[in-house]
């Protein structure tokens, strides 16, 4: 899934499959077997999914990182599926670590935004959660919106960047029609991590922004102590050499 400009022509377009050493593709065997473990563990009353209740009782303080990499029956499949494809695509235009920082830490966020809705609205964020299809999420609309005006193949059609991102948004929207809003709160907050960050830049450009307010602001608050000198003046022996020290 290699992406090009939109108005460019040639040759047609091949899914190139990342190599088992990429990030992509260790998260997706990562998905797995986790998910297998929290299957078996969840039978001797040990859950690695994200219970709000459990954690905010201070009884699992686990799971706000164990539940990253969990899925459930057939979605195991389709999260390695989209983690080790899209995700791949995505690593090769920013990086292994940067990939890693952007999937892993939306949905940990995502994870901690639950807690303190579940005390306000329990039926909103209550219940179990499972982060696997978060990850999915991440690499499916953060590669949109890496990519945006350009085009790339998804399942032998050609479509912008835009369109995988809006995409994924439709998915959500259509959970929460035929099931309900509640059911896809995580989903939203992930969504607009997602955004923010591969699409806007948050939060770099925040700090960028502010990095620049200080330095004008210091600029501002020293240009006050200037002291300017006419051409008038009258001038010492050494001329205006005086002004050098």
């Not at 300017?228 to 050098?244: A, F, M, N, W």
Request: hydrophobic share 50%.
């Amino acid at each position: 899934m290699r992406p090009r400009s939109a108005g460019g022509g040639g040759g047609g377009m091949r899914v190139v499959m990342p190599p088992v050493r990429n990030a992509s593709t260790a998260l997706a065997l990562v998905v797995f077997v986790t998910s297998i473990v929290a299957w078996v563990l969840k039978d001797i009353g040990v859950s690695l999914y994200l219970q709000p209740a459990g954690v905010i009782a201070g009884e699992q303080l686990w799971q706000p990182l164990t539940w990253i990499p969990t899925d459930y029956g057939t979605g195991v499949l389709w999260t390695m599926l989209i983690v080790w494809m899209t995700g791949g695509s995505l690593e090769s235009l920013w990086g292994r670590w940067r990939f890693v920082r952007f999937v892993v830490g939306v949905v940990f966020l995502t994870g901690l935004a639950l807690l303190p809705i579940a005390l306000v609205m329990p039926r909103a964020a209550g219940g179990i959660h499972m982060g696997g299809s978060l990850l999915a999420t991440c690499c499916w609309v953060g590669y949109g919106c890496a990519i945006w005006n350009r085009t790339t193949n998804v399942w032998g059609f050609e479509v912008t960047g835009r369109t995988m991102a809006m995409f994924g948004v439709l998915l959500t929207t259509l959970t929460a029609f035929f099931s309900s809003p509640f059911a896809v709160v995580a989903q939203a907050i992930a969504l607009a991590f997602t955004f923010a960050y591969a699409r806007f830049g948050w939060p770099s450009h925040l700090f960028t922004a502010f990095g620049s307010w200080r330095l004008r602001r210091e600029l501002d608050r020293r240009s006050k102590h200037l002291k300017v000198i006419s051409g008038d003046e009258p001038q010492g022996p050494r001329g205006s050499d005086k002004y050098l020290h």
